[in-house]
């Protein structure tokens, strides 16, 4: 008996299951919607609402910005006690995306360029781009800054910003409920039935 067992195992090992709800958690504040399984769908709307509440509860962009003016004033003025309540609310708000930042992290790997063949064993980097053709090395920059370009619109800062100061505002007044779920046709090959999960709008 699975008592006491929260969530689905998907058929994964702990760290890949992590990874590919964080992955889908990450897509769905970023299109707010995404098509997958119904399973996977269930585990991917309780890590969402649960970091939309904890948005919802941490001070928003407003208090910071008072907290912080506040705890200026109370520290040239001296008063302790001002300071460390400005302190708390700046506190909480950094804890709040400290939590966030666990799921929406991405962990993006710096591109190397791929090295010449017959360089020395182990070169530095620095001395085998030197040695490239002009030409060749002209492409390798110009890919690495497409690629900077690419991780710079999925970067978990993105994340972290478009959660607290787009998605959670839109259901400020809301008491839960911020996914829904519609199920589509089962999918062709095993069968599996297929939902979209999306940001209520309503």
Not at 95 to 101: C, D, E
Request: a positive charge.
């Amino acid at each position: 008996m699975r008592h006491r067992k929260q969530g689905r195992k998907l058929g994964l090992p702990s760290d890949q299951r992590l990874a590919l709800l964080r992955g889908q958690v990450r897509q769905l504040f970023a299109y707010k919607g995404i098509i997958t399984t119904q399973c996977r769908a269930k585990e991917v709307r309780r890590i969402a609402e649960r970091l939309i509440t904890l948005a919802k509860k941490s001070p928003t962009e407003e208090e910071i910005l008072a907290a912080r003016q506040a705890k200026q004033r109370a520290r040239e003025a001296q008063n302790a006690a001002a300071e460390a309540e400005a302190q708390q609310v700046l506190a909480r708000a950094v804890h709040a995306r400290t939590v966030a930042r666990r799921y929406l992290a991405t962990h993006t790997p710096a591109w190397i360029p791929r090295l010449p063949r017959g360089t020395d064993e182990n070169p530095s980097i620095g001395a085998a781009f030197n040695r490239l053709e002009p030409n060749r090395k002209a492409k390798i920059t110009e890919r690495a800054r497409m690629r900077a370009r690419i991780r710079s619109h999925q970067s978990s800062e993105d994340y972290i910003s478009r959660l607290f100061k787009e998605i959670a505002p839109r259901f400020r007044d809301r008491p839960g409920g911020y996914t829904r779920i519609f199920r589509l046709p089962f999918r062709r090959g095993d069968a599996s039935p297929m939902v979209k999960l999306e940001l209520s709008t309503e």
